[in-house]
């Protein structure tokens, strides 16, 4: 018997099916259409979605009437049911906190500063890459663990903290035994690019030819890395640059996605022709180049997380790119230099607070949209039969609780690919 699992008496059950027929990611109102059943039920076979509807209704399904005794059935009343979130921007691979770094924001000295002192991105290279893959894989293990008792299902996972060929490769194999070894789902993204390592400074085209000549070729080649990212911003890669590593990937078959508008703003177009899959931050976005999103479907991925971390007064203008149609995601940007959270429910509640996102869009860009922001939106990122069977289950009568706890945990049961996940 496969394995097979029915959720109940659901209070909310928010299903994040498409409004219409229209697909693509969520813009605009369709942002704020969850597809709330009350009283719903979800039965999942063997990893899958098969069914959802009311309550009553699956109790009628002449399956479940014979199966019903080998079904383990889950009571959902007084809960809310939602896809498992989509966490679709990490870095998860690095040895140990910053608090330096943090010290040293505290006492007044910007992000820039920091690094310039040698904290920042390079100050977790050498750890990495002293480590034992092992002990990295532990690491990654440990936090998708944490972030799928927070209710997150599918997680993406860069490389970015070794930025030499082998630690690179050490990292995304890392993240590769981590995810062997986690019920849930892991994209792999190679972030070879994500500052000039200082053995290239004042020479990183040199870096870049790496990058190139090298990472990428052997990531794509070892099936390491579905994603290539760069951090295109002021002190890291040039448009230029960013352009070279698109390219490269394109050629040996990876997507692309960057880092963009964190600190500087650049402008978007000749990007576009990459297909990237998301611009992750977006603080900084010239005018002229929303509505060229709007007609896109990279997805404007969204990290309040990093804005609150940092102390930041200003966050990415989520209601301007809702407004003019742009998909917009939310995500941790688990890091430990300027986010170190794991919690979607965190990002969610900012995105609420301080970017004035509704709780509904907040939860359509955590779910759907993730999905669409990892190009997993086929099987992931809202319940309906055939999708995998992820789903957050949270202790909760209305879904805005979500978002409006902040800082505590309220998931009570997180399933990933039909698997009910152990409390670490
Ligand atoms: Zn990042």
Same mark, same amino acid.
């Given at each position: 018997?496969?394995?097979?699992?029915?959720?109940?008496?659901?209070?909310?059950?928010?299903?994040?099916?498409?409004?219409?027929?229209?697909?693509?990611?969520?813009?605009?109102?369709?942002?704020?259409?969850? *597809?709330? $059943?009350?009283?719903?039920?979800?039965?999942?076979?063997?990893?899958?979605?098969?069914?959802?509807?009311?309550?009553?209704?699956?109790?009628?399904?002449?399956?479940?009437?014979?199966?019903?005794?080998?079904?383990?059935? @889950?009571?959902?009343?007084?809960?809310?049911?939602?896809?498992?979130?989509?966490?679709?921007?990490?870095?998860?691979?690095?040895?140990?906190?910053?608090?330096?770094?943090?010290?040293?924001?505290?006492?007044?000295?910007?992000?820039?500063?920091?690094?310039?002192?040698?904290?920042?991105?390079?100050?977790?290279?050498?750890?990495?890459?002293?480590?034992?893959?092992?002990?990295?894989?532990?690491?990654?293990?440990?936090?998708?663990?944490?972030?799928?008792?927070?209710?997150?299902?599918?997680?993406?996972?860069?490389?970015?903290?070794?930025?030499?060929?082998?630690?690179?490769?050490?990292?995304?194999? /890392?993240?590769?035994?981590?995810?062997?070894?986690?019920?849930?789902?892991?994209?792999?993204?190679?972030?070879?690019? !994500?500052?000039?390592?200082?053995? +290239?400074?004042?020479?990183?085209?040199?870096?870049?030819?790496?990058?190139?000549?090298?990472?990428?070729?052997?990531?794509?080649?070892?099936?390491?890395?579905? +994603?290539?990212?760069?951090?295109?911003?002021?002190?890291?890669?040039?448009?230029?640059?960013?352009?070279? $590593? +698109?390219?490269?990937?394109?050629?040996?078959?990876?997507?692309?996605? /960057?880092?963009?508008?964190?600190?500087?703003?650049?402008?978007?177009?000749?990007?576009?022709?990459? !297909?990237?899959?998301?611009?992750? !931050?977006?603080?900084?976005?010239?005018?002229?180049? @929303?509505?060229?999103?709007?007609?896109?479907?990279?997805?404007?991925?969204?990290?309040?997380?990093?804005?609150?971390?940092?102390?930041?007064?200003?966050?990415?203008?989520?209601?301007?790119?809702?407004?003019?149609?742009?998909?917009?995601?939310?995500?941790?940007?688990?890091?430990?230099?300027?986010?170190?959270?794991?919690?979607?429910?965190? /990002?969610?509640?900012?995105?609420?607070?301080?970017?004035?996102?509704?709780?509904?869009?907040?939860? /359509?860009?955590?779910?759907?949209? *993730?999905?669409?922001?990892?190009?997993?939106?086929?099987?992931?990122?809202? $319940?309906?039969?055939?999708?995998?069977?992820?789903?957050?289950?949270?202790?909760?009568?209305?879904?805005?609780?979500?978002?409006?706890?902040?800082?505590?945990?309220?998931?009570?049961?997180?399933?990933?690919? *039909?698997?009910?996940?152990?409390?670490?």
């Amino acid at each position: 018997m496969v394995n097979s699992l029915l959720l109940i008496n659901v209070g909310q059950l928010l299903t994040l099916c498409a409004p219409s027929a229209e697909t693509g990611p969520r813009r605009g109102p369709a942002l704020r259409d969850l *597809g709330i $059943i009350r009283g719903g039920a979800v039965l999942c076979l063997g990893g899958k979605i098969v069914s959802v509807g009311k309550s009553k209704e699956a109790l009628r399904d002449p399956w479940l009437k014979r199966n019903r005794k080998s079904v383990t059935e @889950i009571d959902c009343a007084g809960k809310v049911v939602l896809p498992g979130f989509i966490d679709s921007h990490t870095h998860p691979v690095f040895v140990g906190p910053r608090l330096v770094d943090f010290e040293k924001r505290i006492a007044g000295a910007s992000y820039p500063e920091i690094a310039a002192a040698g904290g920042g991105i390079r100050s977790s290279l050498e750890a990495v890459r002293k480590t034992a893959k092992s002990i990295l894989a532990t690491k990654v293990l440990n936090a998708l663990q944490k972030m799928a008792a927070h209710g997150s299902t599918t997680v993406e996972a860069k490389s970015g903290y070794g930025l030499t060929v082998e630690s690179e490769l050490k990292s995304l194999e /890392a993240i590769k035994d981590a995810a062997s070894r986690w019920p849930g789902t892991v994209v792999s993204t190679l972030l070879g690019a !994500h500052v000039v390592p200082k053995e +290239f400074q004042g020479c990183s085209q040199k870096y870049v030819e790496i990058v190139c000549k090298e990472m990428i070729p052997v990531a794509a080649k070892r099936k390491l890395a579905r +994603f290539v990212d760069v951090f295109c911003d002021r002190g890291a890669f040039t448009a230029k640059e960013t352009e070279e $590593i +698109f390219a490269a990937a394109e050629k040996h078959g990876l997507s692309v996605r /960057a880092h963009m508008g964190q600190l500087s703003e650049t402008g978007l177009r000749p990007f576009l022709r990459f !297909h990237p899959a998301s611009f992750d !931050h977006m603080d900084h976005v010239n005018e002229d180049d @929303i509505p060229h999103l709007a007609t896109h479907d990279t997805v404007a991925t969204l990290v309040p997380g990093a804005n609150y971390f940092l102390g930041l007064k200003e966050y990415p203008n989520a209601r301007r790119l809702i407004e003019a149609g742009v998909p917009v995601a939310l995500a941790t940007d688990y890091n430990p230099g300027t986010s170190p959270t794991i919690s979607m429910p965190m /990002a969610m509640s900012l995105a609420c607070t301080h970017m004035k996102m509704a709780p509904e869009e907040a939860i /359509a860009a955590a779910t759907i949209n *993730g999905a669409w922001a990892l190009r997993v939106a086929e099987r992931k990122g809202s $319940i309906e039969p055939g999708k995998d069977a992820d789903l957050a289950i949270f202790a909760v009568e209305d879904y805005r609780e979500i978002p409006y706890w902040f800082g505590a945990n309220h998931c009570a049961m997180t399933v990933l690919n *039909g698997v009910v996940a152990p409390k670490p």
